[in-house]
T-cell receptor, first 121, second 111 residues
Framework: GAVVSQHPSRVICKSGTSVKIECRSLDFQATTMFWYRQFPKQSLMLMATSNEGSKATYEQGVEKDKFLINHASLTLSTLTVTSAHPEDSSFYIC?????????????????FGPGTRLTVL | QKEVEQNSGPLSVPEGAIASLNCTYSDRGSQSFFWYRQYSGKSPELIMSIYSNGDKEDGRFTAQLNKASQYVSLLIRDSQPSDSATYLCAVRKAAGNKLTFGGGTRVLVKP
């Protein structure tokens, strides 16, 4: 149980285009999901908290108009990188926190998707 | 002071030995503590969670929590080359629902 999928796993795009990344919880519901970014040899950086039915909460320094988040259902959150530039090239990882606390791992546990490697040319 | 601190390593451990990883955190009201493993180029996977003081064992892994000292550790017994990875400590602080991650400790298990 507690499986999170991400699509696509890898994307290469031209500068100026927009890229949408999907994050799905496959066997549980998640009112809250999270989006992280990780540059090579660095730790995870939280970008935003995605809440079903309400606006996302962005971390300081993250441009909400550039990184659009939509949490349309209890199992799906999307991140759209708008007008991508080479400096946006990174490993984007989502996580989901199960609504049901009794899932293995306990309360507050986040389960991560496999990540999306974005390369902007 | 970083909110969650880990020694970046690398921690070099002979195969079969015990690897000991440490993590300290600054928010005394922190509630939940996690260890994740991340292989190079992959996303983090949950190893263990711990919520109360003391030890928690799961297979070859033991997590230890000491809230008074604001310290959480992870022991890996009978280390295997497949344990070579970066280990991330994560903490949920008293306020909010997000996790704060340490920078990770890179572990190398040598055959």
């Amino acid at each position: 149980g507690a499986v999170v999928s991400q699509h696509p796993s890898r994307v290469i795009c031209k500068s100026g285009t927009s890229v949408k990344i999907e994050c799905r919880s496959l066997d549980f519901q998640a009112t809250t999901m999270f989006w992280y970014r990780q540059f090579p040899k660095q730790s995870l950086m939280l970008m935003a908290t995605s809440n079903e039915g309400s606006k996302a909460t962005y971390e300081q320094g993250v441009e909400k108009d550039k990184f659009l988040i939509n949490h349309a259902s209890l199992t799906l959150s999307t991140l759209t990188v708008t007008s991508a530039h080479p400096e946006d090239s990174s490993f984007y990882i989502c996580s989901a926190r199960p609504d049901r606390r009794e899932l293995a791992g306990g309360p507050d546990t986040q389960y991560f998707g496999p990540g999306t490697r974005l390369t902007v040319l | 002071q970083k909110e969650v601190e880990q020694n970046s390593g690398p921690l070099s451990v002979p195969e079969g030995a015990i690897a000991s990883l440490n993590c300290t955190y600054s928010d005394r009201g922190s509630q939940s503590f996690f260890w994740y493993r991340q292989y190079s180029g992959k996303s983090p996977e949950l190893i263990m969670s711990i919520y109360s003081n003391g030890d928690k064992e799961d297979g070859r892994f033991t997590a230890q929590l000491n809230k008074a000292s604001q310290y959480v550790s992870l022991l890996i017994r009978d280390s295997q080359p497949s344990d070579s990875a970066t280990y991330l400590c994560a903490v949920r602080k008293a306020a909010g629902n997000k996790l704060t991650f340490g920078g990770g400790t890179r572990v190398l298990v040598k055959p």
